[in-house]
């Protein structure tokens, strides 16, 4: 099964608003509630910022916001901030696979 | 506070074997499926393999089929990877990962990472 699509890299200004998409299918984002995302720093493990779709982990910023519609999940990010920059994976349960991550987005802070 | 703790990478030629280990802290791990991932420095994660609470249910990625291990010891809080027939395209940072559950045992969400460990495998 092929990686879920996402764009290479998105940027935006401090304070803008971003959206980073995450297309899949419907073997995977289309059939279940079950999408998540992730926050890396270079030489970083990943973090849990998004799970279930749109819950946010506790201590987690209210500017990630997170919505799924048919076969793509989103991300936003509100008020970019300069600690934004990082890379973003989003992540499907597939049943299959049984799970199955996203390329990954570059996020730069103009 | 929940840690995980990965080591055993390392360099090793091809067809070689590495065992990584992941020490757990923190949360009862009897509780958690456990899952390797992996990253190719530079590139995306991918999934590699899973492990239920009791260790006795085992899942892995069809490139790694047949050649890794994934296992646990309850007891003393650690998830092991045994890596045998290592190709090139196994060189990683292999991130030990903590799930959470929904219903049925679906993968909600990985919750807590390792630092990782690198594996490089070269001649």
């Known amino acids: 099964q092929s990686a879920l699509t996402q764009p290479a890299s998105v940027s935006g200004s401090p304070g803008q608003s971003i959206t980073i998409s995450c297309s899949g299918t419907?073997?995977?984002?289309?059939?279940?509630?079950?999408v998540s995302w992730y926050q890396q720093h270079p030489g970083k493990a990943p973090k849990l910022i998004i799970y279930?779709?749109?819950k946010r982990p506790s201590g987690v910023s209210y500017r990630f916001s997170g919505s799924k519609s048919g076969n793509t999940a989103s991300l936003t990010i509100s008020g970019l901030q300069a600690e934004d920059e990082a890379d973003y994976y989003c992540c499907s349960y597939a049943h299959t696979t049984p799970v199955i991550f996203g390329g990954g987005t570059k996020v730069t802070v103009l | 506070e929940v840690q995980l703790v990965e080591s055993g990478g390392g360099l090793v030629q091809p067809g070689g074997s590495l065992r990584l280990s992941c020490a757990t802290s923190g949360f009862p791990l009897n509780t958690y499926w456990m899952h390797w991932v992996r990253q190719v420095p530079g590139k995306g994660l991918v999934w590699v393999s899973r492990i239920n609470r009791e260790g006795t249910t085992t899942t892995y990625a069809d490139s790694v089929k047949g050649r890794f291990t994934i296992s646990r010891d309850n007891a003393k809080n650690t998830v092991h990877l045994q890596m045998n027939s290592l190709r090139v395209e196994d060189t990683a940072v292999y991130f030990c990962?903590?799930?959470?559950?929904?219903?049925?045992?679906?993968?909600?969400?990985?919750?807590?990472w390792g630092q990782g460990t690198m594996v490089t495998v070269s001649s």
């Open positions: 990962v903590r799930v959470v559950s929904g219903w049925n045992d679906v993968i909600r969400a990985f919750d807590n």
């Open positions: 419907s073997s995977d984002i289309g059939s279940y509630d079950l």
């Open positions: 279930d779709v749109s």
